[in-house]
Structure formats: C-alpha cells, structure tokens
C-alpha cells in the first residue's frame, strides 16, 4: 500500500479520523514520540498494530483519549489517584495503567486485565483522536526493537507501505516515551520513566515505588510487570557503549580506541578535542534536551554506519532518569566505569 503524508490541520485530521473509522492505522504526533494508532476498541485493528510493528503480541498498547472524561469507559473506576495525577499532568505525557473495562480487546492489554491510557498534550494528537471519534490504541510507530521515531520521516523510514498514512506534525516536544505509572498496586509504582518525572509523581501522590526494571536488567525468571521492558529495545545496529566518567576522561578513552566506524554520542562542547565523529545530543546541564534529541541521534548513528558508539550518559535522576534508562537498554546495560 502508499502510505498517505497529511498535514496536520483540519483536513489532515479529517483524513486520519475517516481512515480510522475504517480499521486503518495512522502514524501520528505525540508531544512525547509518534504513535502508530489504530481504534482500540477492536482486536483486529490491534493485531494490524502489531504485525506493522513487527511488536510480539504480549507487549500491552496505551490507549489515547482527548478528555478526562473518556477515562471512565475505559477503566473499572477511577480512584482518587487517577484524578489527582489527571488535574497534575493530563493532558499531557503521563500513561496512567488501572483495571481494565470490558470494552478493551484482550489484543489491546495483551490478555492482562489492566489497560494503559493516557490524554497527550500534542494538538495534532487530540484532532486525530477527536476527528476518529475512538480511543485510540498507539504503542511508538517505529519497528519493534528500533528508536522511537520523532519525526514523520522516522515512521516512514521504518513502516512506509505498511500503514494507510502519516500525519506530520514536526518533531516532537519531549523526546521520549511518556512516563508510565500503575494504579493497579497497592502502592503506585513507576513502571517506565519520562517527561514527567518520578519526584513530580511523589508530590501529587506521596509514596510512589520504582520498578526495579527502571534501572536494572531483568533477571531471568523475574514476573515483568511492564512487558515493554522485556525486549531489547532502542536500539541502533551500532554498539552502544557508555562511558562513566568526568569529560576528560571520556576524551582520553574514545581518543585511544579511535578507529574507523567509532562515534562519540556527548555532550554539546565535548566535540572539540576528539578524535573520532561526534554527534551531541544536548546540554547536561538541562536533561531536557538530551531526552528531546536521544532517539534522532541513535537512529543518526545508524544512518552514518558506525559499529562502535562511546556513549555520554547522564545521572538517574528528574528527566535524566528517562534518558539513563533509555541509553542503557540501547547500550544492552554495558558501562564502563573510567578511572577505576
Ligand atoms: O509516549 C508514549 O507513551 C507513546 C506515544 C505514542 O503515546 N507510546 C508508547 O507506546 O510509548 P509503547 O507501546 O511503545 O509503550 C507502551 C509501554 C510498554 O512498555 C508496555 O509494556 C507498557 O507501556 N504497558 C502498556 N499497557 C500496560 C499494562 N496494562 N500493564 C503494564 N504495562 C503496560
Ligand atoms: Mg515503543
């Protein structure tokens, strides 16, 4: 099939809502990353979802809402928790996961019997939403295991000829996947870190657990509570490797293990003084910008044909928590700690 390019305006959105009325799949802007959607109110749209993505089928899709008040059809109830993280965050780039209602397929919580919605920020998202007139199921419209596209040339780079269209709203705000928090727990507990970050959710909500998925590897025979953490994700063809250590340092190591198809991914400033292609993701100084460009610059690496990329990676903590736990399944968990 041609996938269709629209524009992201009133016809544009017109567009899109016809075709998913119809059971097609467009590729839409999201302030977090774009999404590949598709009315989640029926299974078989859901299995096109997958088999576009290429995505196995027990990974769980975020249901897209465009009002506070569409929630409520989709859940068992909505507890005082889900409100105050709404009136806090909504709309917004936060996925809230409770008991699901019986009018989510089993395709779309992946025969779980919790569902995952969230209410974006992003214009181009609510007049998709609005215009289909549905619920909308979007897991990131790249193929699985690839970095989240955002760009609409990210989506037709991976599913061109795959999906009916794309909506091309520019690139997205934030940069990565929305912050995924369950309801579903006797304590919350963040399940996938993002824009908005875990000290935020303490103080709307107080006590707020953080899966140990978020940092960590999974070990083998742990039960995932987020199936997405499962899979070797983010990932560029290239060898992601991070360094942990001061400027200097990272300079010294990529300069003595420059050879042809090693990149740097640093800083903004680290470039100077290095011996190897630098691509810059962004200023430590604010995690904002390094969770804006990450993804652009894996799929970059890839696009320049390196086999080794030395890393920059930033501490664990506000947005940088998203970025850390991002590079890190990129880089399959390899860091190397310099000056030991
Ligand atoms: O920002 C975003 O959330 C983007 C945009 C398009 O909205 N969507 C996105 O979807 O990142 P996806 O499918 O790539 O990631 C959904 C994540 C996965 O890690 C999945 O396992 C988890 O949410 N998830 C979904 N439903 C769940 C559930 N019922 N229980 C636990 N985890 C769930
Ligand atoms: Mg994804």
Redesign the pocket.
Known sequence: MQTELLKADDAGFARAGEILRAGGLVGMP?E????LAGNALDGSVAKKIYAAKGRPSD????V?IAAFSSLAKLVKAVPPAAEKLARAFWPG?L?M?LPKAACIPDEV?AG?P???V?F?SHPAAQGVIKAAGLPLA???ANLSGRP?PTTAQHVLHDLSGKIEAVLDGGPCGVGV??T?I?LATPVPRL??PGGITLEALRDVLGEVDMDDAVLHPLKAGVRV?????KYKHYSPKANVVILDGTDAQYRAYVNAHAAPHVMALCYDGDADGLQVPALCYGNLSDERTLAHDLFDALREVDARGAETVYARCPSPEGVGLAVYNRLMRAAGFEVIHLGE
Do not use: C, D, K, Q
Request: net charge positive; proline share 14%; no cysteine.
């Open positions: 999201t977090t990353v774009y999404g990974n769980p899709l975020i897209h780039p996925t996961i919580s779980l919790t569902v995952a969230r974006p979007a897991p990131s989240s996947e929305s995924v369950t399940l996938r509570s987020s199936p997405g953490m």
